[in-house]
């Protein structure tokens, strides 16, 4: 299979980037409406993943500050504020998200960053060192359920972050003295 | 406390953006110009170390759940300008790579979450520690949690009165939504756990490590 063009992935960010910027300054339910068709026709390959992805991370957050606002904005008015402006708030915010996942997914990033080595190798390595230390975030909370008979409570986690930021430190700060004296044994 | 894509538009964004450009600059050349080979590894550490302390979820009473921040560690460590470069760095690869927060709103949070935050939290403990040891760690990472989120809740508040049919949630609400739940509980678990890991951190001597 051929692997994409950078400069097509580079394009598609670029759009990407530049309708999201004209997207939320957008407030007219229709357009949003007629944009959030054509963002479904364009990326309908992967949409139930993106729709779903929507659903879970942006969806309740929006709807409830949105309930909330009306609620409150309910309860000083004698007569009802309107919805438009609410339906439209939401409309576009889970309009961007799936925009912003719907692009993300057909994106190779560090491809796209190719052009720039500096912001490349400080992706990279961000990356690989969030790999590493989740990897012991994971295992220390699994390790502290273990320890304890019970739902680890608010100040067994505060507890069991100290001592594990401290290890992950240690750790990070290691990673990046190997990481820099590779690079610098590579000509960087 | 990210703001998500959508809840600001550009009238607030791209300015947002004029004022952060210029200290990224500043932050980039001043921590990653000097020397790429040594700088972009730490610097790429601490926003790893960043990331996953944010990841860290800790239960609060209700059900729900709270996240660590801390940069306000990393500010007191590290000093402010590390701190705002790492944050904004984790602001981007959450939104890039994670799908948390947003583009447009990058520079906002990055501004409020990585800077004024920590900013005012590193100053607190500068200010205090001589005087107050432990409780100026505390002090500061409480202080930071309530900085960043008044000034999301300020710059909210600011678009709805620019444009309330844009953003029609009151200043009211944005403030309490934003606010109750750091002074009650998300500030205290900063703080908490910023005093702990100080603590663990000068018992292991690691302060001039990076």
Sequence with gaps: MASPDPRRERLLLCGWLAAAF???AVTDLRALGLAALAAAVAFRRGLPRALG??????????LAMS?????????????????????ALAARTLLLAFLAFSVLARVNLLRALAPWPAATRLVVIALAQIHALRLLATESADGLRSR????????????????????????????????????????? | M??????????????????????????????????????????GALTALAFVVQTIAIPVPGGTST??????????????LLAFLCESLVLLLQALFFGAGGVTVLAVNALAMGLLGPLAGWAVHRLLRRRAGRAAAFLGAWVSMQVAAGAVALVLGLQHRVAPEYFPVPFAVSATALLAPSLAVTGLVEGLYTVLALALLRRADLRGLA
């Design chain 1, 22 to 24: 004209a997207l939320s």
């Design chain 1, 53 to 62: 992805r929507v659903a879970r991370l942006v969806l309740p957050v929006t």
């Design chain 1, 67 to 87: 309930a909330l606002s009306w609620a409150f904005l309910r309860l000083g008015a004698p007569v009802a504020p309107p919805l438009e402006p609410f339906l």
């Design chain 1, 148 to 188: 304890l008979p019970r739902r680890p409570g608010p100040l067994d986690v505060v507890r069991n972050a100290s001592g594990i930021t401290a290890a992950l430190l240690v750790l990070a700060v290691r990673n990046a003295r190997e990481v820099s004296d590779a690079m610098r044994s590579r000509g960087f």
């Design chain 2, 2 to 43: 990210h703001v998500p894509d959508g809840f600001l538009s550009p009238a607030i964004t791209l300015p947002a953006y004029a004022v952060a450009a210029p200290l990224w600059a500043l932050a980039a050349r001043r921590h990653l110009g000097r020397d790429a080979a040594d700088a972009l590894p730490v610097v």
């Design chain 2, 67 to 80: 996240h660590l921040v801390g940069v306000t560690l990393l500010a007191i460590l590290y000093g402010p």
